[in-house]
């Protein structure tokens, strides 16, 4: 019973509606802090997935992570995917200690939850490149509010679409 109501509390505490993290930043914003978002569909969480959210925590005061909606990763990656539900998701990575909030955006890119937050540092992972808008249109978004994309390069190089490859050859 204790467990269960923890994760109960944990996920109301870190799961914020768009209004709700823009509230939020304002009050932590004149605080002169550094705001960190990094955004994807955290599907089948892997270790680096988590290895991005922990080094994406350490640029800043706050880590904000905008997850895919089930319907705008079928849209995006197939009829097939998610794998896990999106409230499932905002669990599992509200779980996580190096993340402070999570929210979902329903769009197929994040550039609306951007560029209504603008936070101070984009992160996205080394399989990202930052110049070529097509693969990420939302670091036009970052760059011109006057923030900054910061790529990450991951040490272990593991994929969601990979795992499912593998699950599906046995």
Known sequence: MRNESFAIKNL?????TLDELIELLGD?????????????????LHVAHVELLERANYLGDLLIVGLSSDSSINR??????PIICEKDRVQIVSALDCVDYVGIYQE???????AR????IHVKGSDYNPEDYSNMP????????GGRVEIIDTILKK????IIRRIRVY
């Open 12 to 16: 109301l505490n870190k799961f914020k």
């Open 28 to 44: 932590f914003g004149s605080r002169d802090k550094t705001i960190v978002y990094t955004n994807g569909c955290f599907d089948l």
């Open 76 to 81: 995006t990656k197939g009829l097939s995917r």
């Open 108 to 114: 197929d890119t994040p550039c609306e939850m951007i």
């Open 117 to 120: 937050l603008k936070p101070d």
């Open 138 to 145: 939302e670091a036009e978004v970052v760059r011109g509010y």
């Open 159 to 162: 994929s969601t679409s990979e």
